[in-house]
């Protein structure tokens, strides 16, 4: 059994098809140069319809709060897209045929950009997979929360170590509009020890109502989760400047969004009768991602936070405190 997921494409007599989302993510954590790297290849309307649009992301933070990378956009009949591989021009993301890991190329030289990667993953199959209510549909989320990291990855013309970095992969998909008043908080915290932390949660675009969260900790090749009374999320918030905006046409359309009220700091806290923790990310940089819905108008606005954080834990009444790289999704 693999522990990916495939693209979950509408069929012609679905009568939500027009609001279909899909995406496959890939974060890779890199902590002798201290680098969180996001790939992302998403689809945005029914295969079938020529105003769909295929979108492909990558870039990096660096420890500094400085973001490279771009984005590709483009239709489906321009692109390569089975159930589980999305190839764009300078950007793809594919399961292996054999279903044992996944493969990303990212090349855009003039983005300071140029990755190779194979991602295996370190837990067994079918770890999370989750669907809950989203706007004026739904939203399904899947995930492969840790995994090892192979190839190469050059910023700016430098490569760098992958000695010791480790991936996180999800897939995404379900029926809504960009637009609507809808949004997320998502996060991926790769720390040392072989612990990873995943929080999201549905929200408004205000962040007023918020879904119950779900939280899990990995030890090793132990999943450990956290019912919703089980998690304490506290954000601390100010205004941030996005350094890296995608695309640049939309941005220059929108520049009333560039600085945004988002976390500063966030701090997570778990209890349960299998572990007890307390990780604090603070936000080295913020890049945004302004997504345009192709069926109809409307705008999302994905900011994405990097930085670095630290864990304190109890697991099994074995004590551990130790550091890490994190992501946090802060959509608008």
Same mark, same amino acid.
Not at 20 to 25: C, I, L, P
Not at 116 to 124: G, K, T, W
Not at 171 to 181: I, L, P, T, V
């Given at each position: 059994?693999?522990?990916?997921?495939? /693209?979950r494409?509408?069929?012609?007599s679905?009568?939500?098809?027009e609001?279909?989302?899909?995406?496959?993510?890939?974060n890779?954590?890199?902590?002798?140069?201290?680098?969180?790297?996001?790939i992302?290849?998403?689809?945005?309307?029914?295969?079938?319809?020529?105003?769909?649009?295929?979108v492909?992301?990558?870039?990096?933070?660096?420890?500094?709060?400085?973001?490279?990378?771009?984005?590709?956009?483009?239709?489906m009949s321009?692109?390569?897209?089975? /159930?589980?591989?999305v190839?764009?021009?300078?950007?793809?993301?594919?399961?292996?045929?054999?279903?044992?890991?996944?493969?990303?190329?990212?090349?855009?030289?003039?983005?300071?950009?140029e990755v190779?990667?194979?991602?295996?993953?370190?837990?067994?199959a079918?770890?999370?997979d989750?669907t809950?209510?989203?706007?004026?549909?739904?939203?399904g989320?899947?995930?492969v929360?840790?995994?090892?990291?192979?190839?190469?990855?050059?910023?700016d013309?430098?490569?760098?170590?992958?000695?010791?970095?480790r991936?996180?992969?999800d897939?995404?998909?379900?029926?809504?509009?960009?637009?609507?008043?809808v949004?997320?908080?998502?996060?991926?915290?790769?720390l040392?020890?072989?612990i990873?932390?995943?929080v999201?949660?549905g929200?408004?675009?205000?962040?007023?109502?918020?879904?119950?969260p779900?939280?899990?900790?990995?030890?090793?090749k132990?999943?450990?989760g956290?019912?919703?009374?089980?998690?304490?999320?506290?954000?601390?918030?100010?205004?941030?400047v996005?350094?890296?905006?995608?695309?640049?046409? /939309?941005?220059?359309?929108?520049?009333?969004?560039?600085?945004?009220?988002?976390?500063?700091?966030?701090?997570?806290?778990?209890?349960?009768?299998?572990?007890?923790?307390? /990780?604090v990310f603070?936000?080295?940089?913020?890049?945004?991602?302004?997504l345009?819905?192709?069926m109809?108008?409307g705008?999302?606005?994905?900011?994405?936070?990097a930085?670095?954080?630290?864990?304190?834990c109890?697991?099994d009444?074995?004590?551990?405190?130790?550091?890490?790289?994190?992501?946090?999704?802060?959509?608008t």
């Open positions: 059994m693999t522990a990916f997921d495939a /693209l494409p509408p069929v012609t679905d009568p939500t098809a609001a279909y989302k899909d995406w496959f993510h890939l890779i954590f890199v902590p002798e140069s201290g680098h969180v790297v996001l992302n290849l998403s689809l945005h309307g029914p295969p079938w319809d020529r105003r769909t649009r295929v492909g992301t990558a870039l990096a933070c660096d420890v500094q709060g400085v973001w490279t990378g771009g984005i590709e956009i483009t239709s321009d692109s390569s897209v089975s /159930l589980q591989s190839f764009l021009k300078s950007i793809s993301l594919a399961v292996s045929r054999d279903g044992t890991a996944l493969h990303t190329r990212v090349q855009r030289p003039d983005d300071g950009f190779e990667i194979v991602a295996q993953p370190l837990l067994p079918g770890a999370l989750l809950a209510k989203f706007g004026s549909g739904w939203i989320w899947s995930a929360p840790v995994m090892s990291v192979s190839g190469y990855l050059r910023i013309g430098q490569e760098l170590s992958l000695d010791g970095a991936a996180y992969h897939h995404n998909w379900g029926r809504w509009f960009w637009g609507e008043d949004a997320w908080e998502w996060g991926a915290f790769a040392d020890q072989d990873t932390v995943v999201a949660r929200t408004d675009k205000q962040h007023f109502v918020k879904q119950p779900q939280v899990f900790l990995v030890y090793g132990r999943v450990i956290f019912t919703p009374d089980q998690i304490e999320i506290s954000l601390e918030m100010e205004p941030i996005a350094s890296r905006r995608l695309p640049g046409v /939309l941005a220059a359309i929108h520049p009333d969004r560039r600085l945004s009220d988002l976390p500063r700091q966030l701090v997570l806290r778990g209890d349960n009768p299998n572990a007890r923790f307390e /990780l603070e936000t080295d940089g913020a890049a945004q991602l302004l345009a819905e192709p109809r108008p705008m999302g606005f994905i900011n994405e936070v930085g670095r954080c630290k864990l304190s109890v697991i009444q074995k004590s551990i405190k130790t550091t890490g790289l994190g992501v946090f999704e802060y959509v």
